[in-house]
Every structure is written in C-alpha cells, then in structure tokens.
C-alpha cells in the first residue's frame, strides 16, 4: 500500500514510518518539502543502520503526499488540523484517512476540549469529501515508544469507523505492529471515548511517576 503521514517529521508520524516501510511505500508530508525530504532520509538511514528492509521513504509536500496513496495518516496537532485539512480537500478522494488526533489542552492537568462535534474524528470528517473513510485509531499510543523499534509495544488499539473495509485495512495496519493487538471499537461516533482517554493517561502517568501508558483489555 501507500501510505502518506501528514506531520511525518513530527513525534509520532515517525514511529509509522519505521514501523510501516517494510511493507509499505511511505510519503513523509510536511509544508515544508526540504522537512520532509531530511526527515525522510534519517529514517530511511535508520532502518538500513538496523539492517532492516525499506520499501521507499520519500519525503514531499502535504499537497503532493496524498493525492495517489490509499492510506493518509494525520499526524499533526489538533489545534492545525482543521484549517490544514481545509486547504487539502481538493487533493483528498477516496482514501482512508486515520486520525490519531487529541484535542486537548492543559490547566493543572490535562483536559479533553472536544468541538462541538463531539469529537476530533467527527470534526475532521465534517471537513473531508464524503468519499473519504475516515477512521480513529492510536490515540493512546506513545509516540516514544513507537520509535523504538527493539520495543514491543503489548497494547490495544481501538479502532473507531463507520466504514468497514476501511476500518478492518486499519486493524491489518495494526496487525503488523508487532503484538499491538486491534479492537473494533464500533462507529466513528465512539471516538470521543477513546480520544479522551489519552489525557487521562498523561495524568495518571503524571500521578503516579510513570511515562508513556498505554492500554490494554484485559
Ligand atoms: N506524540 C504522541 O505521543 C501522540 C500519541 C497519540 C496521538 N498523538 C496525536 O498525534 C498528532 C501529532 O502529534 P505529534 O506529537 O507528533 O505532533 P508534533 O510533533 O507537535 O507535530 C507533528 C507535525 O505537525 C506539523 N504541524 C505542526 N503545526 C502545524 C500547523 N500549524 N499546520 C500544519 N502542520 C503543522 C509539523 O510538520 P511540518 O512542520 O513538517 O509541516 C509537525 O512536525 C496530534 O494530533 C496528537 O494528538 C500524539
């Protein structure tokens, strides 16, 4: 498959990319067409440092990363997505867009501020063409641990989507994360519940002087 990260020079767009290039072409988008093009070469430098198969990482623009892939990771904080998916749509077709993405803010501790949507996943699809499948999933994944290859990461990813091929090619995705383990978490309308769940675990990590939670059901 095709995949493209929005936000691929980002925190957690590259653990995608590492985990992701042995099977698939990865795009890594940024505004910036020279970010993403370093960005692309240190991991693809990474994976060869390893010894580890790489399909092709290349590095380009938003505009030119998604208008032929299948899969579009947004990967980009909450606060941007909405007017950047808004300058994109005439690039979007019918590709299965994934957001991971949190809206939340920090007072003492942090707070899930959705819109009035009800969730980031609901919003994003609002802005989207209808033809695109927008699926939720790895809000509570750390972008830390992601990266690092040698780690198995032992958690649940619940995925949320109104679209079922499109939500069973994200759990597929998920499968070849060794040992993260993909649950159906029913329509995109769920998505609040799993969203919301990520600054819960920043603040419990925070409570209790751990990092990087993650889920599991157990
Ligand atoms: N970090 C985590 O552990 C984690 C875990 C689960 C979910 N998430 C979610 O994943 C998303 C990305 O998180 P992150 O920590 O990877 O974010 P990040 O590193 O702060 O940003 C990712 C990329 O977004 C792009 N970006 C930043 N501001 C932008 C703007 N105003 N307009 C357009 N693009 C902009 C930048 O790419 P360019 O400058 O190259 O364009 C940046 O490299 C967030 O929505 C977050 O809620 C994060």
Not at 64 to 73: A, F, M, Q, S
Not at 162 to 171: G, H, L
């Amino acid at each position: 498959m095709k995949i493209a990260i929005l936000g691929g020079t980002g925190s957690i767009g590259e653990g995608f990319a590492l985990r992701w290039a042995s099977k698939h072409d990865i795009s890594i988008c940024s505004r910036e067409v020279d970010r993403a093009v370093k960005s692309a070469g240190e991991y693809s430098g990474e994976l060869q440092e390893k010894g580890l198969f790489c399909c092709g990482i290349t590095g380009c623009t938003n505009e030119e990363g998604i208008r032929d892939v299948d899969v579009v990771i947004l990967s980009v904080p909450y606060g941007s997505v909405i007017n950047l998916l808004r300058n994109l749509r005439d690039c979007f077709r019918d590709q299965i867009v994934i957001s991971l993405v949190v809206p939340m803010k920090k007072n003492t501790w942090f707070e899930y501020t959705p819109p009035e949507q009800g969730s980031a996943a609901l919003e994003i699809k609002e802005v989207l063409p209808e033809t695109v499948k927008v699926v939720s999933a790895y809000h509570n994944i750390s972008a830390k641990k992601l990266a690092k290859l040698e780690l198995t990461l032992d958690y649940d990813v619940v995925v949320c989507g109104d679209d079922e091929d499109a939500k069973r090619t994200v759990m597929d995705l998920t499968h070849e994360i060794k040992n993260l383990r993909p649950l159906d978490g029913g329509g995109l309308d769920s998505s609040c519940m799993i969203e919301s769940l990520t600054p819960f675990l920043i603040n419990l990590a925070i409570r209790n002087g751990l990092s990087d939670l993650g889920i599991k059901f157990i």
